[in-house]
C-alpha cells in the first residue's frame, strides 16, 4: 500500500525475513529502511505517474537481528479508473553479496591507486586508441595536469612535444 503497509507477500519474501506471510501482512516496512535510503525511496515513486509506473532502486534495510541487508526492488503503481495511487506491486531480491563486493572492489582500487600515486615514477596505462586509462600523480605533474584529468586523452592534448619523449 502507498503508507508502507504490506497487503500481500510470498513465501519467499516471509522465509526472507523469518516470519509467516500472515506475521508480515500490514507490517510497515518503512521503518526499517534508513532515512537516507527512504528518501531515494519516496523521490522514486513519487514520481510514478500512470504514464510511467515503474521504478527500480536499492536500498538498505535494517533486519531484526541488527544486520543491515541490500534489497533491490522493481515498483510498479496501480492507479484507479480516475488516476489515483491505490497501490505498489513490487517484486524485490537481496543484493548484499553484490553490495558487498562493489565495496570491497573500491577498497582494492583506492589501495592501488594509493601505491601507484606514492611512487615517483611516471606510471600510465592507455587504451588501443592511444587515449590513456590509468595515470599515476607524477606522470600527471610531467604534464601539469592531474590524474582525472588526463583520463580518456592523448599526451599530445596536453603537451605535443613531452609526447614524443614519453611515447612508448
Same mark, same amino acid.
Given at each position: 500500500?502507498?503508507?508502507?503497509?504490506?497487503?500481500?507477500?510470498?513465501? /519467499?519474501?516471509?522465509?526472507?525475513?523469518?516470519? %509467516?506471510? /500472515?506475521?508480515?501482512?500490514?507490517?510497515? +516496512?518503512?521503518?526499517?529502511?534508513? *532515512?537516507?535510503?527512504?528518501? #531515494?525511496?519516496?523521490?522514486? %515513486?513519487?514520481?510514478? !505517474?500512470?504514464? !510511467?509506473?515503474? %521504478?527500480?532502486?536499492?536500498?538498505?534495510?535494517?533486519?531484526?537481528?541488527?544486520?543491515?541487508?541490500?534489497?533491490?526492488? %522493481?515498483?510498479? *503503481? @496501480? +492507479? !484507479? /479508473?480516475?488516476?489515483?495511487? /491505490?497501490?505498489?506491486?513490487?517484486?524485490?531480491? &537481496? @543484493?548484499?553479496?553484490?553490495?558487498? *563486493?562493489?565495496?570491497?572492489?573500491?577498497?582494492?582500487?583506492? +589501495?592501488?591507486?594509493?601505491?601507484? =600515486? !606514492?611512487?615517483?615514477?611516471?606510471?600510465?596505462?592507455? &587504451? =588501443?586508441?592511444? #587515449?590513456?586509462?590509468?595515470?599515476?600523480?607524477?606522470? $600527471?605533474?610531467?604534464?601539469?595536469?592531474?590524474?582525472?584529468?588526463?583520463?580518456?586523452?592523448?599526451? $599530445?592534448? +596536453?603537451? *605535443?612535444?613531452?609526447?614524443?619523449?614519453?611515447?612508448?
Amino acid at each position: 500500500l502507498p503508507d508502507g503497509r504490506l497487503s500481500y507477500v510470498n513465501e /519467499a519474501y516471509a522465509r526472507y525475513y523469518g516470519k %509467516t506471510r /500472515a506475521e508480515l501482512i500490514n507490517r510497515n +516496512f518503512i521503518p526499517d529502511i534508513p *532515512a537516507e535510503d527512504l528518501r #531515494c525511496i519516496l523521490e522514486k %515513486t513519487g514520481a510514478l !505517474s500512470p504514464q !510511467s509506473p515503474v %521504478t527500480e532502486f536499492e536500498h538498505r534495510i535494517r533486519m531484526e537481528d541488527g544486520s543491515v541487508r541490500w534489497q533491490r526492488w %522493481t515498483h510498479r *503503481a @496501480v +492507479f !484507479s /479508473a480516475v488516476g489515483e495511487l /491505490a497501490e505498489y506491486q513490487a517484486v524485490g531480491r &537481496d @543484493v548484499t553479496k553484490r553490495k558487498e *563486493a562493489e565495496v570491497e572492489l573500491e577498497e582494492q582500487r583506492r +589501495f592501488l591507486r594509493l601505491i601507484i =600515486d !606514492s611512487l615517483p615514477n611516471p606510471i600510465f596505462v592507455k &587504451d =588501443d586508441q592511444g #587515449c590513456y586509462v590509468l595515470v599515476n600523480k607524477a606522470m $600527471a605533474e610531467l604534464y601539469g595536469s592531474t590524474p582525472e584529468e588526463m583520463i580518456g586523452h592523448e599526451g $599530445a592534448d +596536453f603537451n *605535443a612535444n613531452l609526447d614524443e619523449l614519453v611515447r612508448f
